[in-house]
């Protein structure tokens, strides 16, 4: 046989040789990715978890070589749902099946989260710390994620509302707000360093970070960039934060809560920007400091709106006793004034005499005192 | 009904209690059977104050203009050993001229207060027309309620308490109906109605000192 070509003689020897490599028992090692190549998946993707394509949890692998590397272990399985072999398809495409294929944040309508929403504070001793697995994931947030939110505490709806509206606040401010939602039985102790929060981020630029426990709005905490701290009132951010948590009571609805206190805080940001002009700068800053302890923010303003609450009920208590008391005294009065011209008349009736007595026959009885 | 003397049970048309031989005649040697004036107060152990007087004569004046028919008269007084106060409120009822519209029937509406505050003992008697009107468990609890207040001294209240009680006792059994002043009578020839001097009704305690 005589080749004409050398070259395709070379890629034919190329493709006897790979053809021999899967017969010597060896696996083709999977491609392995180089960092800048995963930073670009980072950014293009925007977060591993924030579709909820994944499984959410801690189990969430942190490395896109180990998820493609190890299979996914947890999360729903389809086979856990389908194990019968029934060949009817008509159930299958009742709209309770679609349920598998739709992430849990969509599933847990407002209306639901809203039916399980408490009624009252969560006591001290039910106060658990955040678990180092939700610092883990809330540190893995990419600078450009301002809505932090490891345990999709919110709707798809409230958590894109809630993205576009802080793109838009760090579109046109220098300090950058960013929300992190926790559950409303969680806190973040004061030991807890938040450094690492948003991939760091927070310690690059002028940064306001608020935790917020949803659905507890006078346990918000804010934290801001030292360089802030220093050049601003503690007037002032008491002030903000007291206005903020005015403008969340005025909804009941936890999320709600959280997007009025975000809205009213971001004003206020701008406010503080425009108050410092071109003094804060972040060169050499190197931790957050908090704003306000819970102390300020949760017994002053909570003890006041119950010392309200409390002087209502006193108030209409008073009311509904002043009324009755109004009606009893009118039924009283009406009663003697609808008697007062009115007489009883008895009946005569025809009785017998007795003992001799005229008018009275021995009718009546007598004691001893 | 029962004998004023020895509470012995007494039926109709017996002239003298088959027990004791009590009878209206049996009091006679004893007090007379004259007609009597009495008025509705009458104070002769001087218990009452002008206070409690004043304020006794409007409950009287109230009961009085509420049964056109019935009077409640009280009596105040030391009775003799040998007499008990339910037999001086058989005698008075039976003797007694007050002050009421129906003639005919006269005292048959009549309702006796007898306080002895030496014997420390009371008795209500009770006329033919409105003996029906209590029960003897009302009776009961009427005397103890007047004698609670007469064991504290408060004679006025005493009277009070029982005359309203007597008053709440009696309008569940009549029937009520509009009051109409009668002013038939000429005014100007100086005659006055057998209960001419009741007071409109009274609004109020405050009204007591100010009017007798």
Redo the contacts between chains.
Sequence with gaps: MKYRNPALLFIFAASLQAQDDPASGEILPLPRWSKEELQSFRDNMGGLNTTSVLPPGSSAPTDINELLLNPVTSGPRLDHHFNHFESQISPRLQPEGMRFFLPESILASPDNRQMVSKSGPTPLSSLHQVTPEFLASASLALPGEYLIDPNQLLSEMHQQEMVRFLEFHARDARIRLYVMVIPHDRRISDDTSLDAVASGALLKNDSCLLVFPLGEPWRARLFVSKGIHDQTSSAFLDETLQACLREAFQSSEEHDQLKRYAVHLSTRLFWLQKALGGRASTAGNSELAEVLAEKTSDPGVTSASMSVRVAWTIFVALLVMGFIGSLALWFRHYR?TK???????????E??????????????????? | MKCPRCTAHVTPLERACTTCGFSATTLHPLLGNQWIRLERITDAAHCLRLEDTRQTEVVLDDFERSFPQAFFATYLGAIPNDLSPAEVGFWLLNQGAFNTHSLHKRNDFGIVLVVDPSAKAVSISLGYAVEACFSERTLSKILHASGAHLSAGRYGKAIETACLSCARQLKRLAQSSQWTPDHNLSQGMGLEPLRGGHRPASHSRAGVSHDA
Excluded: C, N, Q, S
């Excluded at chain 1, 008697?339 to 009736?349: K, M, N, Q």
């Design positions: 003697k008697h007062r011209d009115r007489v009883w008349i008895l009946a005569e009736p009785t017998l005499p007795r003992l001799g007595g005229a008018f009275t026959g021995g009718g009546g009885g007598m004691i001893r005192y």
